[in-house]
């Protein structure tokens, strides 16, 4: 009788074994987890898990733990993620990020930010993930970049002014989207919220046109 009893005991141990692993591999079946080889497809980071993610976090628990700290797969979901488990960034910056990064960065760095699945470990981008910090910033570096070609950071305001007018009168066919856009002065040069102000406000522009017609 106690060899039957630890046989079935066994044979119930290895059943529950069986459906934990089939559970990990088959719950999310966006994840395409390989249980044999113990991970997912080669594309899988950055772009590939956030997909499934986003529809079911809860795939993700069976292997990361319920607070996706690590479980089982010993992999927290906070090593990339810097605002909690399904937050890339802090959470109270919202749709900020464009205005709100640069605190941030001034105070911790960019040891968070210059990975290779965030923003590349350069600052230069990641396809699919974070984009290069010069996308936005027209001059300096990915590592110290500077938001303008003129006017470094501490610059007077008449510096400011002086260089941007040098810069449109002096620079051949300039494209304007790198002033009017969502996140520097906005898609019609009426300022974007907590980053770049108003083209005809401020007695610059006045009420008119501030800029010539694109070439």
Request: charged share 5%; proline share 6%; with cysteine.
């Amino acid at each position: 009788m106690p060899q039957i009893t630890t046989k079935v005991l066994s044979f119930a141990v290895l059943g529950v074994l069986a459906l934990a692993l089939s559970g990990c591999g088959d719950a999310n079946p966006q994840a395409s987890f390989d249980p044999a080889a113990g991970k997912h497809p080669a594309n899988w980071l950055p772009a590939g898990h956030s997909t499934a993610a986003e529809e079911d976090v809860n795939g993700c628990a069976e292997c990361h733990g319920q607070d996706l700290t690590g479980g089982i797969a010993k992999v927290s979901c906070l090593t990339c993620h810097i605002g909690g488990a399904t937050s890339v960034h802090p959470v109270l910056w919202g749709g900020l990020a464009y205005a709100l990064h640069g605190g941030y960065v001034g105070t911790n760095g960019t040891a968070t930010c210059a990975t290779a699945l965030c923003h590349g470990t350069a600052l230069t981008g990641v396809t699919d993930s974070g984009p290069a910090c010069t996308n936005c910033h027209m001059a300096g570096t990915a590592q110290a970049p500077q938001i303008h070609q003129w006017g470094k950071v501490g610059a007077t305001t008449a510096a400011n002014i002086a260089g941007h007018v040098n810069y449109f009168e002096t620079a051949p066919r300039i494209s304007f989207t790198t002033c009017r856009n969502a996140v520097c002065h906005g898609t019609t040069l009426a300022g974007a919220f907590a980053s770049g102000p108003s083209c005809i406000q401020f007695g610059c522009h006045g009420s008119g046109n501030p800029l010539p017609a694109e070439n």
